[in-house]
């Protein structure tokens, strides 16, 4: 990942070049500077992974919260950055009794 020199942004790239889409601001790419850097780009052998037979234990902390679809008080969470980075986390939630998912931003 690159940031904007001149305003901060998260820069993409473009050919040989970094580019930021706020400001327009652009630099050459160093190769040996972004072997290092780790890609998010969706992998295309990516494939549905079967949980069925992992033990609820084993798949993620719980937390009292009450369902929307069922009304039970628990439910596995996890929290993700989706958003921008000066942002709050996202919530997404799994209830134990009716495995409904949902999730929870800061307003």
Do not use: N
């Not at 033990?55 to 993620?60: R, Y």
Request: hydrophobic share 25%; net charge negative.
């Amino acid at each position: 990942m690159e940031f904007c020199d001149e305003c901060g942004s998260m820069m993409k790239t473009d050919g040989d070049e970094w580019v930021c889409g706020s400001c327009g601001y652009e630099k050459l790419r160093d190769k040996a500077d972004e072997s290092h850097m780790t890609s998010t780009a969706a992998r295309e052998d990516s494939e549905v992974v079967d949980m069925s037979e992992v033990d609820d234990a084993d798949i993620g902390p719980t937390t009292t919260v009450i369902c929307p679809k069922c009304g039970h008080d628990k439910a596995r969470y996890e929290m993700k950055q989706i958003r921008s980075a000066d942002e709050s986390e996202t919530r997404f939630f799994t209830c134990v009794e009716c495995s409904h998912k949902w999730r929870e931003d800061d307003h």
